[in-house]
């Protein structure tokens, strides 16, 4: 079972926000389904409008996500945040002086206490960076039970920006999942994630953060994949030894007599992987040109790592 708390606040009384609905909204879409349609995460989400979300409503809410056992608990946040000397909160459209929010050490205790078996935490606010440090205690200590992760608009003490009616963060987020960040076979995972938001964001702009503890990173979504694994088991197929070059000839090229149907339908294999990076022409700049020519083609780092997941029947 996978359950997933979308959370998005405008309607906050003096200060008002144009994007975080939107967000929720999106990412609800996103998450609840794999690209081909299959059912992905259990996902209720709670926005701000139309209902008001109070203290008490997002304790619940938060609470119950993570009280149940699941294999895997997604919690977003998009709305304000903000920082004192106790740590990091989520402001509620009810806030007051001294009680603005939920705590992210409150939240930080349920998600590190509970028996799902991989918590997954993303927050577009500002200063989402201070989750999981204690001020009081330290400034560079991070305390994360065994399966959590979280992802963080920004660091400690930064604004996190909307643009085009949406959060920056969370617009990058819902683009990894649908397939930005995907590996080879469609897989989409926290680390895959933050790489995607950390390329996009440039050195000047708000800074994301990555904190975890985990031995082995879960699937959080599949995209459509660039090969299908029957493919990629052809790796081993033609080339018995990863580091040994194929030796093609005329008969692998369509387009030149003599023609060969089965080193063909093999050429076409070769060129997809070709186009995905796992192999290239030795030799020659093309393909088409290591074949009319007889020349080879050899595996690339990466095509000789996913020969390996193959050989080791982990694909």
Not at 19 to 32: M, P, W
Not at 37 to 66: D, G, M, W
Not at 161 to 175: K, P
Not at 230 to 247: D, T
Request: glycine share 8%; hydrophobic share 40%.
């Amino acid at each position: 079972m996978r359950r997933a708390l979308v959370i998005g606040i405008d309607d906050y009384p003096s200060s008002p926000l144009q994007g975080c609905v939107n967000d929720a909204e999106r990412l609800t879409e996103v998450l609840s389904r794999h690209h081909d349609r299959r059912v992905n995460f259990h996902c209720e989400t709670v926005i701000a409008p139309p209902s008001p979300v109070t203290r008490p409503l997002l304790r619940q809410k938060i609470s119950e996500l993570f009280k149940e056992p699941a294999d895997v608990a997604f919690l977003h946040f998009s709305g304000h945040g903000t920082v004192n000397g106790l740590g990091g909160y989520l402001v509620t459209p009810d806030y007051c002086e001294y009680d603005v929010g939920i705590a992210m050490t409150e939240i930080l205790a349920l998600a590190n206490q509970s028996p799902v078996a991989d918590v997954f935490i993303t927050l577009d606010c500002c200063h989402s960076g201070a989750f999981g440090v204690f001020p009081a205690v330290s400034n560079d200590k991070v305390i994360l039970a065994d399966g959590v992760s979280v992802i963080t608009a920004t660091r400690y003490g930064q604004e996190a920006l909307e643009e085009g009616g949406g959060g920056v963060f969370t617009s990058l987020l819902v683009e990894a999942l649908e397939g930005g960040s995907a590996g080879l076979l469609g897989e989409v995972s926290a680390a895959s994630i933050y790489a995607y938001i950390d390329n996009a964001m440039g050195a000047w702009d708000q800074r994301p953060l990555f904190k975890a503890n985990v031995s082995q990173f879960v699937k959080l979504r599949e995209a459509a994949p660039r090969l299908q694994p029957s493919l990629v088991q052809k790796l081993v197929e033609y080339f018995p030894l990863p580091a040994e070059p194929l030796e093609l000839s005329p008969e692998f090229e369509p387009e030149v007599e003599p023609h060969d149907a089965e080193k063909e339908g093999q050429f076409r294999n070769l060129q997809k992987f070709r186009d995905a990076g796992l192999l290239e022409p030795v030799g020659e700049q093309s393909l088409y040109h290591a074949a009319v020519h007889s020349k080879a083609c050899g595996l690339t780092m990466l095509g000789r790592y996913y020969w390996r997941l193959v050989n080791e029947r982990k694909i």
